[in-house]
């Protein structure tokens, strides 16, 4: 089960949703082109700017928290990467207590059948953890012989500790999967690549639902 919070005419709503009424959420967002943001405790962040004849336009979003909050140890993915959707539960190359961890965590579900389903819960936290980005502060003021590459300048002429230094903007933003690494004017610009990145890996989760 997921709590679903969003601002309706200003007041902040939030409701109940099934497993299935959030996929549903998910693949109209994704549908929709709506950035989802995956998060390490199983739910997600669904942000959107709805068209306006305004100048101004407002952004939206929606929160949607997993009711029994994800906590990914490395123990417990290991063996959430040992299984797949249809698996025999009696047949899985799994202990019954690592079984019975993950079932009380909330991460995988086992019918009549003895048939495993990963939760959608599990799904979100594990992109999530997948897809942990990283941006880096820019340097700010310092000395041109400072500067990782060689600069020929001798800084600036200005009061307040900033006399013959320069000015270095710059971020970079990169994910522990390997497939980021942006360098950017701007550490603004460096996030809202690695928020790119993190709704990339949540629109190839959404399709594969």
Same mark, same amino acid.
């Given at each position: 089960? /997921? ?6 005419? %200003? ?10 009424? +959030? ?12 950035? $989802?943001?995956?998060? #390490? ?13 305004? /100048? ?5 979003? $929606? ?14 993915? =290991? ?6 959707? %249809?698996?025999? =539960? ?17 991460? $995988?579900?086992?019918?009549? @059948?003895? +048939?495993?389903?990963? +939760?959608?819960?599990?799904? *979100?936290?594990? @992109?999530?953890?997948? !897809?942990? +980005? ?8 310092? !000395? ?11 800084? *600036?002429?200005?009061?307040? %500790? ?7 903007? @710059? &971020?970079?933003? &990169? ?7 942006? /360098?950017?004017?701007?550490? &603004?610009?460096?996030?809202? #690549?690695?928020?790119?990145?993190? =709704? ?7 399709? =594969?639902?």
């Amino acid at each position: 089960m /997921f709590t679903i919070h969003q601002t309706i005419d %200003g007041q902040p709503r939030a409701c109940t949703y099934t497993e299935r009424d +959030t996929i549903r959420l998910l693949r109209t967002g994704h549908r929709r082109g709506v950035e $989802i943001d995956p998060r #390490a405790a199983g739910g997600a962040v669904l942000r959107w700017t709805p068209p306006s004849l305004m /100048f101004h336009r407002t952004p939206r979003e $929606i929160r949607i928290e997993a009711q029994i909050p994800v906590r990914m140890s490395t123990a417990l993915q =290991a063996n959430l990467d040992r299984i797949h959707d %249809g698996a025999r =539960a009696d047949l899985l190359d799994l202990s019954d207590s690592a079984k019975a961890r993950l079932y009380a965590a909330g991460l $995988i579900i086992i019918d009549s @059948t003895q +048939t495993i389903r990963v +939760t959608l819960a599990a799904r *979100l936290a594990l @992109t999530a953890c997948a !897809h942990r +980005t990283h941006t880096r502060a820019p340097r700010g003021y310092h !000395h041109p012989a400072d500067h990782r590459y060689a600069i020929d300048s001798v800084g *600036l002429n200005k009061p307040g %500790g900033r006399a013959g230094k320069i000015h270095d903007r @710059t &971020s970079h933003a &990169s994910c522990t999967c390997g497939a980021l690494d942006y /360098f950017a004017d701007d550490r &603004s610009t460096a996030a809202r #690549a690695a928020r790119r990145h993190r =709704a990339q890996a949540a629109a190839a989760l959404v399709e =594969a639902l």
